[in-house]
């Protein structure tokens, strides 16, 4: 057991929940009807992908250039995926409540009362994905654990 490269293994780990989040918060922002038209979604995107980019550099000797910033870095990703769910899940809206009001103003029209209500309900069912919120758990998780794994020889 004490033959055994934990920071190497832990690079590894947090390579692997770094690759799942990206792939799944891109895929998720970049599937979903009309994400990359809200705020959520753009952020989702753009973060899958730098996301995605840090797990590949754990796998790459270029890793030692992290240094000991890698287990902050997969904290803050984490905190921002937790953040913008939060938000998400708050003001049921994936522009974070911030919309401009040109949706029901549109629909005032003749069919008023039928747009008005399918809006609404379809807002009302977004909420937390959870499959997002547990990975950015495990993230967060995985960014302490690399931080007080880390040495003052090798890094992470």
Do not use: C, K
Not at 27 to 34: F, Q, V
């Amino acid at each position: 057991m004490d033959t055994m490269n934990t920071n190497g293994t832990t690079r590894q780990y947090g390579a692997a929940i770094a690759l799942v989040s990206g792939v799944y918060s891109l895929l998720s922002a970049t599937t979903g009807s009309g994400m990359m038209s809200s705020n959520s979604g753009l952020l989702m995107a753009l973060l899958g992908v730098i996301v995605i980019v840090h797990g590949v550099a754990l796998l790459t000797p270029y890793s030692s250039r992290l240094g000991n910033a890698s287990g902050p870095l997969m904290i803050g990703y984490s905190l921002v995926m937790l953040l913008n769910q939060a938000l998400v899940g708050v003001t049921g809206s994936m522009n974070w409540g911030m919309g401009s009001g040109m949706e029901s103003g549109m629909n005032g029209g003749m069919g008023g009362g039928m747009s008005g209500g399918m809006g609404s309900s379809m807002t009302a069912g977004m909420g937390w994905d959870l499959g997002m919120v547990a990975l950015a758990v495990l993230m967060l998780l995985s960014g302490f654990i690399m931080t007080n794994r880390r040495t003052d020889s090798s890094g992470m």
